[in-house]
């Protein structure tokens, strides 16, 4: 199983919740808040084959990170999997609207061919879609999308892929896997925001979708991890 989102770092004991995924078989993208934090974290996580270091900028962190950006463009250089970066227009993130907006038009530049890219986009889902447009950047992941049917719809017209959650499973939000195909769909677990058992929770979200889609487990495990392999970016 894929557990396409997941702050491993913001974890007690990071290392024990990584060797429980590997040997669980839960392959992770472990998402970074800072390029600084995506440094501390490589040599932890190198013994770790199924586990993938992402480089992030987060939106909420930005006054942070702006003064990482050429740490994040040099970095982003060697790093197959990008993120948590996006914006945030929320009542919390709306202070440093222009400051985010500046800050990812400046990164976009570095992400070139064969990325996988989990994107943030609370409150700003079609200001991102179209700064991702400008840029020619994509396909990417969307993370906990909640930005209702309609955008969800621009969002998969656009080759972009959206990310479940047990949470959006379990609220309104399980309306957007209705709408979205099979071959758009991956599933994380946004730890430890979303929940303190990540693999429980992937889980979980796995067996959900398999009940939805009328489908055996090992059919959605082979969905899941092909639409993976496929969510790169092709610029």
């Known amino acids: 199983m894929i557990d396409t989102h997941c702050h491993i770092d913001m974890y007690d004991d990071p290392i024990n919740l990584a060797t429980k995924m590997e040997a669980n078989k839960t392959e992770c993208v472990a ?3 800072l390029p600084s934090h995506y440094i501390q974290g490589v040599p932890h996580l190198a013994r770790f084959h199924s586990l993938h270091p992402s480089l992030g900028m987060h939106p909420l962190r930005v006054m942070e990170g702006k003064n990482e950006i050429d740490t994040f463009i040099a970095l982003a250089k060697n790093t197959e999997f990008i993120g948590e970066i996006g ?3 929320s009542r919390e993130g709306a202070p440093t609207k222009k400051v985010q907006l500046a800050v990812l038009k400046e ?3 570095s992400i070139k061919v064969g990325k996988f890219v989990t994107v943030h986009s609370r ?3 079609a200001d991102l879609l179209q700064l991702l447009e400008d840029h ?5 992941c969307f993370h906990y999308f909640t930005a209702g049917i309609s955008a969800a719809k621009d969002a998969i017209s656009s080759g972009h892929y959206l990310s479940f959650n047990r949470r959006m499973l379990k609220g309104k939000h399980k309306e957007l896997l209705a709408v979205a195909p099979m071959d758009r769909v991956l599933v994380e677990s946004d730890g430890p925001y979303l929940t303190k058992s990540p693999v429980t929770a992937i889980m979980d979200t796995y067996e959900m979708i398999a009940g939805h889609w009328e489908l055996p487990i090992e ?3 082979s969905v899941i991890a092909k639409n993976f392999s496929q969510c790169r970016t092709n610029l």
């Open 107 to 109: 990164i976009v530049e």
């Open 31 to 33: 998402v970074t808040m």
């Open 136 to 140: 020619q950047v994509g396909p990417v």
């Open 123 to 125: 409150d700003s889902a």
């Open 87 to 89: 914006l945030d227009f």
């Open 219 to 221: 059919q959605v495990i």
